[in-house]
């Protein structure tokens, strides 16, 4: 029974981290309706810069909050300048385009960085235990700064004009270009918003994956199929399916199929899932005139 | 005019003669100035992380060549791309071999690439020469004597551990951990293997893997405390085995850990887990860790880190594949001096199986050994301890030089 | 969803009758040329050759998925590496002659691919690019599993003997494989297409682009959509075999997830606009790595993936129609001049 409740919270522990990623994933989906393959190595880049920057002497928190700011940046010029080109009528470009991102990040990175494994600081102490000794002060820490930003960007969807403007420009560009909301501007704020997200959860699941190159392979699998699972234009459902997630892969682990077919089964759940709910769980299935 | 002409086609027609007498007298890759060496590694892709090896490799066989080669003859080592996936190993060896025409191949990376390409270098009788993989196969000197492998075996190294908790530790209750990989079947069959079938039914309690697409291994380490096991063997690299020694000690549970070589590096997997959560680690290994201050007077290892400093500034000093290339370049050294002057491929393979060498970076009393009927390179490891700072050697020598 | 005007192929789409001479005899020196290519060059660049073929072939599956019916697949690694397991474990075990394995697995990766297809038709856009990309990063752990473990060798995989040429012809056994390659290439081609070219094809492009009065003629869209599916992974399977009987040796290493997203990055860069498309595409898969790996030991991922995103940029209709538009310029101005 402990080793279960163990599992479970550890379960929880890791489904943060596919929360998180699977955040920033539907981000860019809500606010461009496209899927971004390169967002774990954007955010893994991300990570280095805010390395890098520590490296050089700020603290951690100004690492922080400066890599955020390059990271929207960094969004906003690659929409710009390698998404925008492409144009909207070609998904399948779109693809390929995004792969060859996801390349040049992770080879790049490897170049200027090298392949090390290095350890990441975290803010939290590091001998603290919550919850009757289950969870860490670190994953604590980070389900707070995934719910805060999940909470923010849910105000900032509902109540902000931007938020607001966003939505429409998404849902419906022509329409939205015509009551004159600049639409490229917007889907460039939210690549922006997207690698932002993507550079917190990536500094914040450092400290537990470790930063190397290859730091995101796994995790953006799993965020992926959060995303997917919760409904990828939602990010509450995002982030319950990254809870969901990392629960039901320990258990299929830990009790039912064995380590080697954990990832197997639960993809094929997704997939079982996905047969029957399109839309993802929590997703609205919108109703399509024909 | 009419004399620089005759100069002209003398020079040239001398060229020719002495290509063709080269190639007459040199067997594919060899010449009078040059010996072409071929190797595969993941220089893109998940695994790229290894393609330091062909790269301290080549700053090594740079610095052989400013210093006047091997008997005149400068190394040109072309090192390809596979991405650790065996058809694109094929193809690339297969370029090697036909079109850049070198006279053998030299430490591939991995077990899959490497027996991808085993059957064909053999049949064709080209050396392949010292496998960058410890998987058991690669010392099969009968069916395949043109395959050879220096480091330890995985298996051999499993063998150790069983030893070592046969005498100290004859109750344990073992718990195995490994990575779903061919390097982690070895080393799960090679402690079922010592310990024979009897003992390893009584012994291992539970075990688990881990794939590379895990992001963490939290919760086979989870399980695997709860099946009360008190020892703990891990085969993992880098990043996963640093994930395991810190969750082990975050949960509290304190086994005796016996870690593999593999993922011994202080400031690659020690360091990012915490010091002070590796502390007591048992492991067996057969190289100097950079890393560890007990060889910073170590004439070998100051050799060492002064030629990283020289010839691969951008190469990290605190990577143990960085040591691993230089020994493996140092072996290959080693086995064409050997060769003198007669650099056919049956001689380079003859002296690549004749060699008895104690290398610089190898622990002191390890050597390089192998014979006609003796394809392991080196089968003898000492047992180290972690102390929070540095690994302690203790114990004798295990295993025959 | 994927914007199906898009992924149209020209010539079965109406415009037919505008084919030029040239164009519709184009085929004919470069299968000449194909076929006499064991004389020209050295056995190394035949085993390339060998490998590109096997990638166009996939690539045309699916050029006829993502054309025809319109859907994704970030899977095809999965089907290649049924193809190729299918095979050497008929080899292998079973003593079964290497040509004899072909339809085995073309029926097998028929019969999996139709009922993979099937509740894969529910799913759209980015949820099938999910699902079937499910079933690349599956594949590999499925080979190492424990109970299959006797039969693909595990982790190590499972090594064979190449076929020799038969009849004691006096060709190199890489001359033979790829004559044979080819051959088959050439033959799922040309079925390929008349299948396209008549009934299912038709019904599948109506499918596509008049989904509600495909229906409305009684036109049963999920069985041709399954079909298509089914059809794509035929031809994935088929290449795999052939690509395990040249490299001799299959491993799950071979298929890593990776793969499947390639082959539909060398579909788009190829040209899904036309049936040569899946060639051009093979040959960037095939060679552009080495070239980068030629350029830059440090950063050669880096270079393939700048490449890539440049051939969108200047290639809206993938490299075959770059061609075929240059090949139009040639002649405007060789007219002109006329």
């Not at chain 2, 057969?286 to 910073?296: E, I, R, S």
């Not at chain 3, 164009?23 to 190394?44: G, Q, R």
Request: aromatic share 12%; hydrophobic share 50%.
């Amino acid at each position: 029974m402990q080793t279960l409740i163990h599992q479970i919270v550890a379960g929880l522990a890791t489904g943060c981290i596919y929360a998180s990623i699977a955040l920033a994933i539907s981000m860019v989906h809500q606010s461009t309706h496209q899927l971004n393959f390169a967002q774990g190595e954007m955010a893994m880049f991300s990570t280095f810069i805010a390395w890098a920057l520590m490296q050089a002497g700020l603290s951690y928190f100004s690492a922080f909050a400066l890599t955020v700011i390059v990271s929207f940046v960094l969004g906003m010029l690659i929409e710009r300048f390698i998404i925008r080109p492409v144009g909207k009528t070609s998904q399948l470009s779109m693809v390929v385009v995004v792969i060859g991102l996801l390349l040049v990040c992770n080879s790049s990175a490897g170049w200027i960085w090298g392949y090390d494994v290095r350890p990441f600081p975290s803010p939290f102490p590091d001998d603290m235990r919550l919850l009757g000794g289950y969870v860490t002060a670190h994953e604590a820490g980070s389900f707070c700064i995934t719910m805060a930003m999940l909470i923010a960007l849910y105000l900032f969807f509902r109540f902000t004009p931007l938020g607001l403007a966003m939505r429409a420009a998404a849902q419906n560009p022509v329409s939205s270009r015509l009551v004159g909301v600049r639409v490229d501007l917007l889907f460039g704020v939210g690549w922006g918003l997207a690698a932002a997200i993507g550079a917190v959860a990536g500094i914040t699941v450092a400290h537990v994956l470790f930063l190397d190159v290859n730091m995101m392979a796994g995790a953006v699998l799993y965020g992926f199929a959060a995303a997917l699972v919760g409904g990828i234009d939602n990010p509450w459902g995002a982030i319950a399916g990254g809870f969901l997630i990392g629960v039901v892969e320990n258990l299929l682990g830990a009790y039912v199929v064995g380590n080697d077919l954990k990832l197997t089964v639960a993809l094929l759940i997704i997939v079982g899932v996905l047969t029957f709910k399109p839309a993802g769980i929590f997703g609205v299935q919108r109703v399509r005139r024909v | 005019m009419n004399r620089k002409m005759t100069v002209l086609t003398v020079a040239l027609s001398l060229a020719f003669a002495g290509q063709a007498l080269a190639q007459k007298k040199y067997p594919p890759g060899i010449t009078d100035t040059e010996i072409k060496v071929g190797q595969t590694s993941p220089l893109s892709g998940p695994a790229s992380a290894y393609g330091t090896i062909p790269k301290v490799q080549m700053a090594y066989f740079k610095m052989l060549n400013e210093q006047g080669g091997i008997n005149g003859r400068k190394i040109n080592l072309i090192a390809l791309d596979d991405a650790y996936s065996p058809p694109k190993t094929v193809e690339q060896v297969r370029r090697l071999v036909e079109k850049d025409q070198v006279a053998f191949i030299f430490n591939i990376l991995g077990t899959a690439p490497n027996i991808s390409v085993r059957k064909y270098l053999n049949s064709k009788k080209i050396p392949q020469l010292f496998t960058a993989a410890g998987a058991s196969t690669f010392g099969n000197y009968k069916e395949y004597p043109w395959t050879i492998v220096l480091q330890p075996s995985y298996k051999d190294e499993a063998r150790i551990y069983v030893e070592y908790l046969k005498k100290n530790k004859p109750d344990a209750k073992v718990a195995l951990f490994t990575g779903n990989d061919d390097a982690g079947k070895d080393y799960v069959d090679g402690i079922k293997e010592a310990m024979g079938p009897e003992l390893a039914k009584k012994m291992i309690v539970a075990e688990a893997t881990f794939e590379s697409t895990d992001p963490t291994v939290d919760s086979q380490v989870i399980s695997l405390q709860a099946s009360g096991a008190d020892t703990l063997f891990v085969h993992a690299v880098s990043k996963w085995a640093s994930m395991t020694i810190r969750k082990v000690y975050d949960i509290g549970w304190k086994p005796l850990f016996i870690l593999s070589a593999t993922g011994t590096s202080v400031s690659g997997v020690l360091a990012p887990a915490g010091l002070e959560k590796a502390k007591g680690i048992i492991t067996a290994y057969y190289l100097k860790d950079p890393n560890d201050p007990q060889w910073a007077n170590d004439q070998g290892y100051k050799d060492w880190l002064a030629f990283m400093k020289k010839y691969y500034p951008e190469g990290s000093t605190g990577d143990q594949l960085n040591v691993y290339g230089y020994t493996m370049a140092q072996a290959l050294v080693q086995t064409l001096k050997q060769c003198g002057d007669d650099l056919s491929r049956e001689n380079i393979m003859k002296q690549a199986a004749n060699l008895d060498i104690a290398l610089p970076m190898l622990l002191p009393g390890i050597k390089i050994k192998t014979g006609p009927t003796d394809y392991y390179g080196v089968q003898a490891q000492r047992m180290m301890r972690f102390n929070g700072q540095t690994w302690e050697l203790f114990g004798d020598i295990i295993g025959e030089n | 969803m994927v914007d199906v005007a898009d992924t149209m192929p020209v010539a079965d789409a109406g415009h037919t009758k505008r084919v030029s001479f040239s164009e519709k005899w184009a085929w004919l020196p470069v299968l000449v040329i194909a076929v006499c290519l064991p004389f020209l060059v050295s056995d190394y660049r035949l085993f390339q050759g060998t490998l590109t073929l096997n990638y166009a072939l996939v690539l045309f599956g699916l050029t006829i998925l993502t054309g025809y019916s319109g859907q994704i697949s970030l899977g095809h690694g999965a089907f290649y590496a049924l193809g190729a397991y299918i095979t050497a474990i008929l080899i292998t075990r079973f003593d079964v002659p290497y040509w004899a394995t072909l339809p085995v697995s073309a029926v097998v990766c028929l019969a999996v691919g139709f009922v993979f297809g099937r509740p894969a038709l529910r799913l759209e856009g980015h949820y099938l690019a999910l699902a079937t990309f499910a079933l690349a990063v599956a594949t590999p752990q499925f080979l190492k599993h424990k109970v299959l473990q006797p039969y693909t060798g595990g982790v190590g995989g499972i090594l064979f003997t190449k076929p020799e040429a038969p009849f004691d012809l006096p060709i190199s056994a890489d001359a033979w494989i790829y004559w044979f390659t080819l051959f088959v290439t050439a033959i799922l081609f040309v079925i390929g297409r008349n299948l396209l070219k008549g009934r299912i094809g038709r019904a599948l492009l109506a499918i596509r682009d008049h989904p509600t009065a495909a229906r409305a003629m009684g036109v049963d869209s999920a069985f041709f959509k399954s079909m298509a599916f089914a059809v794509s992974a035929l031809f994935a399977g088929v290449a795999g075999s052939l690509g395990a009987i040249s490299v001799q040796f299959v491993a799950p290493d071979s298929f890593y997830p990776l793969l499947s997203i390639m082959f539909l990055v060398g579909a788009v860069i190829g040209g899904l606009h036309s049936w040569w498309g899946p060639l051009f595409g093979a040959m960037f898969l095939q060679f552009i790595p080495n070239i980068t790996d030629d350029m830059s030991k440090s950063a050669s991922w880096a270079i393939y993936g700048v490449l890539m995103i440049l051939s969108v940029f200047l290639m809206r209709d993938g490299i075959a129609g770059a061609i075929n538009r240059l090949w139009g310029v040639l002649r405007r101005i060789a007219g002109a001049r006329a």
